[in-house]
């Protein structure tokens, strides 16, 4: 029998295909958000966050981007702890695109209902993120499944990640004791979260990469990829 025919296991590709989605989602959604509101508009300019972009013509965007990551977060499994994180990690996903942010609205003023929405998202939006980190720092840094540890530069690259988006989260509050003038000028809480978006997405993409390699069978060894040591023969 020709082992190097063989496929990976159906589940290797269907967890491969979630972490794939949740990371592609990630990278692109900055992306998207900002160019299409300034092809939309015509203008060249930003908005103070992410989520503000609600508010925008890029609403239906941000929305379906958000559930998107929710469902793929939510359908995840791989082991105990992942699936329980990812469940709730795909619940705060969905509660940030259903609960606009307060900042960022047009109209005015604000009703009690939009005060209440906001402090849903913020919480919501905090939640995700410090789980999107546990993923990269804990989770990712595992052995897999058959046991083996992954790469030193693989941990590194995890655990990197996980630390941009703990300080772009560190950061982003912080910026909220400069002066309004300063905060809308520079807009650091955008800047802050493309980063951790950033770093999420690159995090979940290189993950599904090692996984589908660590589970191709070559000439009776399972090969590994970057994110793994070579096993040896059963």
């Not at 509101?37 to 965007?61: F, N």
Request: charged content about 15%; hydrophobic content about 50%; overall charge positive.
């Amino acid at each position: 029998m020709n082992l190097d025919t063989r496929k990976p296991p159906q589940d290797a590709v269907t967890v491969r295909h979630l972490r794939l989605g949740i990371g592609s989602v990630g990278l692109a959604l900055p992306v998207v958000l900002v160019v299409g509101h300034i092809a939309t508009t015509r203008r060249l300019t930003l908005l103070d966050s992410l989520s503000a972009y609600y508010h925008s013509e890029m609403r239906d965007v941000f929305v379906g981007a958000m559930c998107a990551v929710g469902v793929f977060l939510i359908s995840y499994r791989y082991r105990r702890p992942d699936d329980l994180l990812g469940t709730v990690a795909g619940v705060l996903a969905v509660a940030v695109a259903l609960f606009p942010t307060a900042t960022g609205v047009r109209s005015a003023p604000l009703g009690e209902s939009d005060r209440i929405a906001g402090v849903v998202h913020q919480v919501a939006a905090a939640g995700l993120f410090a789980l999107l980190a546990v993923f990269c720092l804990f989770l990712f840094v595992r052995p897999d499944t058959a046991g083996v540890p992954p790469r030193r530069s693989a941990v590194v690259f995890y655990r990197t990640c996980g630390g941009l988006i703990l300080l772009a989260v560190a950061l982003a509050l912080a910026s909220t004791r400069l002066p309004d003038p300063t905060r809308h000028t520079v807009k650091p809480v955008l800047w802050c979260e493309i980063l951790a978006v950033f770093a999420f997405g690159a995090a979940w993409v290189a993950k599904s990469d090692a996984l589908l390699r660590a589970a191709e069978p070559v000439d009776g060894l399972a090969v590994t990829g970057p994110d793994a040591r070579p096993r040896t023969p059963a």
